[in-house]
């Protein structure tokens, strides 16, 4: 009987030497993620990775009469990453009783290059993050091995990892479509949002430029301004993986058609206005001639906290010159510049109406008037019947205005025409002339006999007859005869009387 027990422990003993060494149990994976693999299982794999300062072995899930028992490990998947970005590797690991094993040392490799290590919990759980450093784009093979113990046998799990190019990101301020971008030789053009994604396969440096000039839109032109860096050149050095959106401003050109109306607005003919002025919020003065087009700045870009800002600027009209003379206040009318934008200036002009009458007698005269102009050019305008003429639509300023066709003395009139006013124009005729000379003369006359009233005595005097006493006198009659007669004596009409 005792033989036989002992025959028995030897037959079993010798079963167990001829056991398999390394016996793997695969892990389904699916509910943790894992993609790329068939039928969602990780890959089961012989327990060997090469460590740096250690020996390398192969763990064995060995089924021993001893206390070691066998293990088993899950590692998920980690999602895909960008060419430089980090990754995480994390799974579980339990003992054959599902169990899970504290203080487990988990060794990762990639392709077969150790990549680190690290401990599992007390619930069997265990992560890492890696940084990819300078990998490429590509599938890699992620391999994590736990060696084993004095209780437990090895066990290992391989999964994958998918790096994608990694993306540059632009963006345009303003944001503006159709901006043309160039990296690596390549061509990028912004979308309707203004930014732009640039594939790069491979970290490292790499040149962005921004090409402004094969811009092209009808209704706006841009000029570079800056990187949100402070770099002011067309180019910026970068580092792939780039973390942050990559800003650019940009300074956006309209063009702005000029339309002129008076106070009443009614249209103005361009064709007056000779030059007008207008000047940014930011001090930039621009001067246009004739009123034409003018490409100008609707935008300028800013830094503001952590990013660019496109300011507007505000445009104030300085002076508007036509006919030689500002028909505006001064920064009283303001615009903004927009996309396809007309600027509508309303133009102090006035009305004057003219009448030209006689000095004295004030009835029409002349036929016509030459108005004379704060530029100095001259501009004739005839009278109707009643001597009257209205113009409208003139520039606020000083002028002069000459009566044509009067007969007698004319003289040029100064205006300052600021408001709608009448304006008469005297003409001294020499109807006028005549009047007052005659007035004068009789004025002067009455005064010099009013001063001396001997003289009109003396007038008077003279042309009436006088009676004169005598002492003496002889009078002859017509016949001859005649006689003397003394003291007081009056003079018949029909005799002579001779004085002695």
Partial sequence: MKRTFILILLFFGLLGLALPWGVVIPVSAASRG?????????????ASVSIPGRSSGTSTLLASPSARVNSYMILVTPADIG??????????IRNISGNPVEGAHIIFSINGEYLGQTASTLNGF?????????RATGTYVITAVFNGTHLLFGSGASTHLIIYPALVVVQTVPAIPGILFEMEGKQYVSGPDGTVGIPVSDPGDYRLTILVDQYNNPTQKIEFSRWLD??????????????????????VYHQVDLNFVDQARFPVDPQRVTQVTYRSAQGDVFVVDNGDPRWIPSSRISRVGVGLVPTPLLYSVISVMAEGSNVVNSS????????????????LLYSIRFSATDGLFNFPVGSSINLVAPDGSVKNYPLDLAGTVAIHSLARGNYSVVLVGGYGLTSRTPIALSRNQSVSVKNISYLDLAVVFMFGMVLTL????????QIFNFLVRKNRPQVMAVERA????????GFQMK??????????????
Wanted: hydrophobic share 35%; proline share 5%; charged share 15%.
């Fill in 83 to 92: 060419v430089g970005d980090s990754f995480t590797l994390s799974g579980y």
């Fill in 34 to 46: 894992n993609l790329g693999l068939q039928n969602g299982l990780s890959t089961p794999v012989i």
């Fill in 487 to 500: 003291g007081k004596g009056v003079r018949p009409l029909d005799e002579i009387i001779k004085w002695s």
């Fill in 230 to 251: 402070g770099t002011v050149q067309q180019y910026l050095d970068i580092t792939v993986p780039v973390k942050k959106k990559i800003q650019v401003g940009l300074n």
């Fill in 474 to 481: 002889s009078i002859e009659s017509a016949g001859g005869n």
């Fill in 332 to 347: 009283q009318q303001q615009f903004y510049a927009l996309p396809n934008d007309t600027w509508q200036i309303s133009m």
């Fill in 446 to 453: 009455g005064l010099l006999l009013y001063g001396r009233p």
């Fill in 126 to 134: 265990f992560t890492r993050t890696f940084a990819s450093k300078n």
